[in-house]
């Protein structure tokens, strides 16, 4: 990992010469209907960088389309069979390089020796370097836009549960669980990271079949994604993902920990900024992955407005792990004084009542016997209140469930 991680170099864009380009026509999507990054809460268009398909970086880097894209960057394939996610330009001192820190931090770790096995579970990064934008005027915040040329990956386990109605059977949830438990003990053990960001749409599937890359750059050529051009003047591009693989014997590659731009490095945060993790994931994912929804999804939300609401979510909480322990839980928030008093009993009952019908065990319907208690027990290590009851991802590895 040291030696692919190279010093940052700012780059001016080169835009590939007009005989180069074999699109003849593209389909226009109306400027008025958001698309893409558009529709993100708080979507600022200065902060994105004006990628365009066929645009040139580093005079080696060819932008063939678009992936994806998020509230923190957008992703493309480039000819050079790599993976580039090009940041936004957050005015929040050091939040647009945050991701390359993080992956430099990893690189001086594992160049000091370590040799733990969870190092090679974590996506690659290729090159670095970034971009000014020039649309940005001084007052107007960061121009600055950092690139990382990534790992090619495929889908993202939420991607893959799309494909079936059917969640993960055992064998593929044990092999996912270790992959991402070994993966997070290299990162809390030896390199003191925490992701902070764990949910399936982090979790990608490796490349196994390398002709997907020049099958989507023909398919772009042929097919152009749809696009709108808006004002000022910038072209947003629809994603194209990769298709599924096809055939008898089907690869979908090996799950992989991605995405560190909301990691923090270090055990202490003065400046961690709000809540990171979106809301439905403020507990352990494992469940979404083999029973195909929520532990605390249900019923978390006000029926009326739609929106989160803390009182059901924690109410729920509590009718599936139980009351939490008196005493020093209470103490450690402001906030928890309105929902326990100092024996642990809830007390917002007005707010949410607890439901009288939920259960870790009621809950869990596709196993029985021995196996459904050593999997439910496997959960209960890590559904505790207090943070250091929680078995660490190491214990975890050692548990029966995983055996």
């Given amino acids: 990992m040291a030696s692919l991680l190279r010093p940052l170099r700012t780059q001016p864009i080169h835009r590939i010469p007009p005989s180069i380009r074999t699109y003849t026509s593209h389909h226009y999507l109306p400027k008025d209907i958001p698309i893409e990054e558009e529709t993100l809460p708080y979507y600022n268009p200065k902060q994105y960088y004006p990628v365009n398909i066929g645009d040139i970086y580093q005079s080696r880097y060819q932008i063939i389309g678009k992936l994806g894209y998020g509230s923190t960057s957008t992703s493309w394939v480039c000819r050079d069979l790599r993976f580039l996610k090009i940041s936004t330009s957050i005015p929040k001192k050091d939040s647009h390089n945050r991701e390359y820190k993080v992956y430099e931090h990893l690189a001086n770790v594992v160049e000091k020796g370590s040799l733990h096995p969870g190092q090679s579970l974590i996506r690659e990064v290729y090159d670095s370097f970034e971009l000014q934008n020039a649309a940005v005027s001084e007052g107007e915040g960061s121009s600055i836009h950092q690139c990382l040329l990534l790992q090619p990956m495929t889908m993202s386990l939420h991607d ?45 599937l490796t490349l196994h079949d390398t002709s997907l890359l020049p099958s989507f750059a023909a398919a772009e050529s042929t097919s152009p994604s749809p696009r709108k051009v ?28 991605c995405d560190f731009s909301e990691a923090r490095i270090g055990t202490v945060q003065r400046d961690s900024g709000p809540f990171i993790q979106p809301t439905i994931y403020r507990a352990p994912e494992i469940w979404t992955l083999f029973e195909g929804e929520h532990l605390f999804g249900n019923d978390i939300f006000n029926p009326v407005t739609g929106h989160h609401d803390p009182f059901r979510h924690v109410a729920r909480m509590v009718a599936v792990i139980g009351s939490p322990p008196p005493g020093e839980f209470v103490c450690r928030s402001e906030t928890t004084a309105q929902c326990f008093d100092e024996r642990g009993t809830w007390i917002a009952s007005d707010e949410a009542p607890i439901p009288g019908d939920v259960s870790l065990e009621s809950l869990e319907r596709r196993l029985t016997g021995t196996e459904k208690e050593v999997f439910l027990g496997f959960m209960s290590d890590m559904l505790k209140w207090m943070p250091e009851e929680r078995s660490t991802a190491g214990e975890l590895l050692g548990h029966e469930f995983l055996r």
């Fill in 160 to 204: 893959m549960l799309q494909l079936t109605s059917r969640p993960f059977d055992l064998p593929l949830l044990k092999m996912t669980i270790k992959r991402i438990l070994l993966a997070l003990d290299f990162l809390h053990v030896e390199a003191g990271v925490v992701h902070t960001d764990l949910k399936p749409d982090n979790i990608l």
């Fill in 230 to 257: 808006s004002d000022p003047p910038r072209t947003i591009y629809k994603s194209r993902p990769f298709p599924p693989p096809k055939g008898r014997n089907k690869n979908y590659g090996l799950p992989t920990l």
